[in-house]
């Protein structure tokens, strides 16, 4: 499994921003796909998750009702859509996925590169 993030970029407090995370290797639809970050001099911290079908997403407290997990099985691509963005979102987002398990205190077993996030206040 490869996991490619993209998406990330510098933007000032309350815009928006899209991270997208391509899959390559598997089948995308066996996977459940997440998200986690880790900002400076901090540990990584999960931030959502969605299962094989889409039906169930999980989000860490901090970014509830604000951002939204989506996924495209057509595209094999995992979004992340973060709105109301605030300076303690900046973190390096990675891209997670699993065959098997899916949730908040999962240990998933891939892991992409890091997209860089930036927010400005």
């Known amino acids: 499994v490869q996991l490619q993030a993209s998406g990330g970029g510098s933007v000032q407090a309350g815009d928006s921003l899209t991270l997208s995370c391509e899959f390559h290797?598997?089948?995308?639809?066996?996977?459940?796909m997440g998200w986690f970050r880790q900002a400076p001099g901090k540990e990584r911290e999960f931030v959502a998750a969605?299962?094989?079908?889409?039906?169930?997403?999980y989000y860490a407290d901090s970014v509830k009702g604000r951002f939204t997990i989506s996924r495209d099985d057509a595209k094999n691509t995992v979004y992340l859509q973060m709105n109301s963005l605030k300076a303690e979102d900046t973190a390096v987002y990675y891209c997670?996925?699993?065959?098997?398990?899916?949730?908040?205190?999962?240990?998933?077993?891939?892991w992409g590169q890091g997209t860089q996030v930036t927010v400005s206040s």
């Open positions: 997670v996925a699993d065959r098997t398990r899916v949730g908040v205190k999962v240990v998933y077993d891939h």
């Open positions: 290797g598997h089948t995308f639809s066996s996977y459940a």
């Open positions: 969605i299962s094989w079908s889409g039906g169930n997403t």
